[in-house]
């Protein structure tokens, strides 16, 4: 009676084993990727490099989380080729949550490009949340904006 069930599972078994090898993945043949051909005058095909604008200027913030009722120094640097920029004339308006505020100072730039600007913060602007300062310089009558500084009040 033994014989008959080990016959009887080995069957089994075997069924089984056909069975989930049957339900396996199919394996099929991987076709070859089409080859690539640059031509080469493609390379001779260049983009034309930007222009370096000769005037560049940049403002910051000397602190980028001062206190609400804090005192504030903005800095500002002008540069022509590299060079720092003297005698022009720059000009701030900080834009506060509630309102836009034009600075009345207009410093000139000194023998390095530099300027700053003094900003009393008096709770004008909520605590946590970002404000802007837009400099620009006034040089051979034209106006030259700077990229924007930033401070948060904490």
Same mark, same amino acid.
């Given at each position: 009676?033994?014989?008959?069930? +080990?016959?009887?599972?080995s069957?089994?078994?075997?069924?089984?084993l056909?069975?989930?090898a049957?339900?396996?993945p199919t394996?099929?043949?991987v076709?070859?990727?089409q /080859?690539?051909?640059?031509?080469?005058?493609?390379?001779s095909q260049?983009s034309?490099l930007?222009t370096v604008?000769?005037? +560049?200027?940049? %403002?910051?913030?000397g602190?980028?989380?001062?206190?609400?009722?804090?005192?504030?120094t903005v800095y500002a640097?002008? /540069?022509?080729n590299?060079?720092?920029?003297a005698?022009?004339?720059?000009? %701030?308006t900080?834009?506060?949550a509630?309102?836009?505020v /034009?600075?009345d100072?207009?410093?000139?730039?000194d023998?390095?490009?530099y300027v700053?600007?003094t900003?009393p913060?008096q709770g +004008?602007?909520?605590r946590? /949340?970002?404000a802007?300062?837009?400099?620009s310089?006034s040089?051979?009558?034209?106006?030259?904006?700077?990229?924007?500084?930033?401070?948060?009040?904490v």
């Amino acid at each position: 009676m033994k014989k008959i069930y +080990r016959i009887l599972f080995s069957v089994f078994a075997l069924g089984l084993l056909l069975l989930l090898a049957a339900c396996g993945p199919t394996v099929t043949q991987v076709k070859p990727q089409q /080859t690539v051909v640059v031509n080469k005058s493609f390379q001779s095909q260049v983009s034309p490099l930007p222009t370096v604008p000769a005037y +560049r200027c940049g %403002a910051w913030s000397g602190n980028n989380a001062p206190g609400a009722y804090s005192t504030l120094t903005v800095y500002a640097k002008l /540069t022509k080729n590299v060079i720092g920029v003297a005698g022009a004339t720059a000009s %701030a308006t900080v834009h506060f949550a509630e309102a836009d505020v /034009t600075l009345d100072q207009q410093p000139a730039s000194d023998a390095g490009g530099y300027v700053t600007f003094t900003l009393p913060l008096q709770g +004008r602007q909520p605590r946590q /949340t970002p404000a802007t300062v837009d400099v620009s310089f006034s040089v051979d009558g034209k106006t030259l904006p700077c990229s924007a500084a930033f401070f948060t009040p904490v």
